[in-house]
């Protein structure tokens, strides 16, 4: 009897899957909508205006989830047809992750219909919203944290196209410091030249920031930071333009490291600044070792004897004499320009363009 009545109501059932799918997918949609409109009422989202444009422009934009927990400070973004790719710059913990990710969030929600964090948004349709974030490896696949990054890279880079959006956080980080800036440099170049699509990409590499200077599309941002009386406070605000610090050492003390680690930290931060010789502290009874930190060769070097330093003064002399008697007198001028230039503070463009410079005089 059970059996019957069981299979009666599968047939049943059956006979009008179609119209209960139907029932339940208007249902979900419907739980949707009220879901989101009930959260916009409550957090006093606004409406956004969507287009097909280009441009994309939030004023006091928030981020749905952070703003639940904190007191969120809200901030305006501003992308166009001239304003495509922005470099995000700041101190470690100010919110660049957050500021990009918010914008990500307001675009989505934006387009699936929903009402926006912000007091304001005109957003342009993408075709898509592709990010690099954050750092994990997959050990069980012998993949590291690099290779996973540069796997999401390259998905980016084939798959993006110019009415794209692309988020970008602290690419090449996870190698050697010239590689990395290498990396960067480069994405950025083919982001802006041949892929087209809009664009932030936050780093803590302040040489990225000069490429403003030569792709017409490119921006800096930052996220300011006051510092008084050797104390920081991070605004969380993003005002235009670049910055040069990370505040670093800062972010390590509030963390909670030793205190002698933090001081050492700071002193050993400030001699490689001022490209002074750094003492390489060990626990022996020799005294502190002497090295210098070559911005060449990116290693530490222990510090050359006085008679050494005589005798490669003279070694070099002797070359210059000999570059001297190959090509002129132009040899000693360029020694003496690649003397005084600081390698440090030079961009690489303007870098590679005083090299190009050389080589032609020597020519």
């Known amino acids: 009897m059970e059996q019957e009545l069981f299979e009666g109501l599968r047939e049943r059932v059956a006979e009008r899957a179609d119209l209960l799918g139907s029932v339940g997918r208007a249902l979900a ?58 470099l995000v710059t700041g101190p470690n913990m100010s919110g660049k992750s957050t500021y990009m990710r918010q914008v990500a969030l307001v675009t989505l929600l934006a387009q699936i219909g929903s009402f926006v964090p912000a007091r304001s948004a005109r957003i342009g349709l993408v075709d898509g919203i592709y990010t690099r974030v954050g750092a994990l490896d997959e050990l069980a696949q012998g993949r590291s944290t690099f290779m996973v990054e540069m796997q999401e890279l390259s998905n980016i880079l084939h798959s993006a196209t110019e009415e794209s959006l692309v988020i970008l956080d602290e690419v090449g980080r996870g190698t050697a ?20 699509a809009k664009t932030l990409f936050a780093t803590h590499y302040h040489e990225l920031t000069s490429l403003a200077d030569h792709l017409e599309r490119v921006a800096n941002v930052h996220i300011a930071a006051d510092e008084r009386d050797g104390d920081v406070t991070f605004l969380r605000t993003v005002r235009e333009g670049p910055t040069d610090r990370s505040y670093g050492v800062h972010v390590a003390d509030l963390a909670g490291v030793p205190d002698p680690v933090v001081e050492r930290s700071r002193d050993v931060l400030d001699r490689l600044r001022e490209e002074k010789a750094i003492e390489a502290r060990g626990s022996g009874g020799d005294g502190p070792v002497q090295a210098v930190f070559d911005l060449e060769s990116g290693q530490f070097q222990r510090d050359v004897a006085a008679g050494d330093r005589t005798a490669t003064t003279d070694a070099a002399g002797e070359d210059t004499d000999e570059l001297r008697e190959i090509h002129g007198e132009a040899a000693a001028d360029v020694l003496d320009a690649l003397s005084a230039l600081d390698v440090s503070e030079t961009p690489p463009v303007e870098l590679l363009s005083q090299v190009q410079e050389w080589q032609q005089k020597l020519e």
């Open 29 to 86: 949609s419907v739980d949707t909508l009220a879901g989101l409109a009930t959260h916009a009422v409550r957090n006093d989202w606004t409406r956004p205006e969507l287009h097909d444009g280009e441009a994309l422009a939030v004023e006091a934009g928030r981020h749905p989830v952070v703003e639940q927990t904190t007191e969120f400070v809200p901030n305006d973004i501003r992308m166009d047809a001239d304003r495509r790719f922005l």
């Open 177 to 196: 410091t010239y590689d990395g800036i290498s990396i960067a440099w480069a994405a950025t170049e083919y982001l802006h030249n041949t892929v087209g």
